[in-house]
């Protein structure tokens, strides 16, 4: 099973770019890339998932080198609200039981 | 739509009863799961559903029933509860198994004493 590294913790100011890497150095061939928030108290939110290269939607993007080892999860001018918990997932794109969630990294915004 | 709903909230149970957690989704998704969260932990994967009348397990599932007799209820039984299983539990719904994109409910906090 492909295991990510993530920092534990992270701190930013609002309007700033924040990026949070995650590694996954054995992650497979049909393993995809999930990243996941979570606030107090409540489930976990799709945030963003890629295979290569770079993926973006209204919220973020994701950067994955062509060695696939790591990922970047970039949240472009952050604001208070971004204050959270980011997970990143490695998980086999067809096999539901080889999800795994990290301990995450916990990001917290300054005004 | 109300997404993915779990009941109850909140619950203590003494060790060695047994109780279900109900979790509903009006989505129509085929795919279910549940995890249990740890303070200042990730998320495990207890058992998981990939449609009406399927289920296998995931990563923590000793301890833990569940069945799926519609594509909108999974419920989790707690067999004999044990202080290990206090935890927050979530359960989560996709469209298919093959994408990752969860819809997790607001969680169950219980509490075995």
């Known amino acids: 099973l492909a295991k990510t590294t993530q920092p534990i913790s992270m701190d930013s100011y609002e309007g700033q770019e924040v990026n949070i890497t995650c590694s996954h150095n054995?992650?497979?061939?049909?393993?995809?890339i999930t990243w996941y928030q979570q606030f107090p108290s409540q489930g976990p939110r799709f945030i963003i998932q890629?295979?290569?290269t770079k993926v973006t939607n209204e919220v973020a993007s994701l950067f994955i080198p062509a060695d696939r080892k790591s990922s970047t999860l970039s949240l472009p001018r952050v604001s208070l609200s971004d204050t959270a918990v980011y997970y990143c997932?490695?998980?086999?794109?067809?096999?539901?039981?080889?999800?795994?969630f990290g301990s995450g990294t916990r990001l917290s915004i300054r005004p | 739509n109300a997404g993915v709903t779990q009941t109850p909230k909140f619950q203590v149970l003494k060790t060695g009863q047994s109780m279900t957690l109900q979790c509903a989704q009006d989505?129509?998704?085929?795919?279910m799961s549940w995890y249990r969260q740890d303070p200042g932990m990730g998320l495990r994967l207890i058992h998981y559903s990939v449609g009406a009348g399927i289920t296998d397990q995931g990563e923590v599932p000793n301890g833990y029933n569940v069945s799926r007799s519609t594509t909108e209820d999974f419920p989790l039984r707690l067999l004999s509860a044990a202080p290990s299983q206090t935890s927050v539990y979530f359960c989560a719904s996709s469209p298919r198994q093959g994408t990752y994109e969860q819809y997790f409910g607001p969680g169950t906090r219980l509490t075995v004493t």
């Open positions: 997932l490695v998980a086999v794109y067809s096999s539901a039981s080889k999800i795994i």
């Open positions: 989505m129509n998704h085929e795919y």
């Open positions: 890629g295979y290569k």
């Open positions: 054995n992650i497979a061939t049909n393993d995809y």
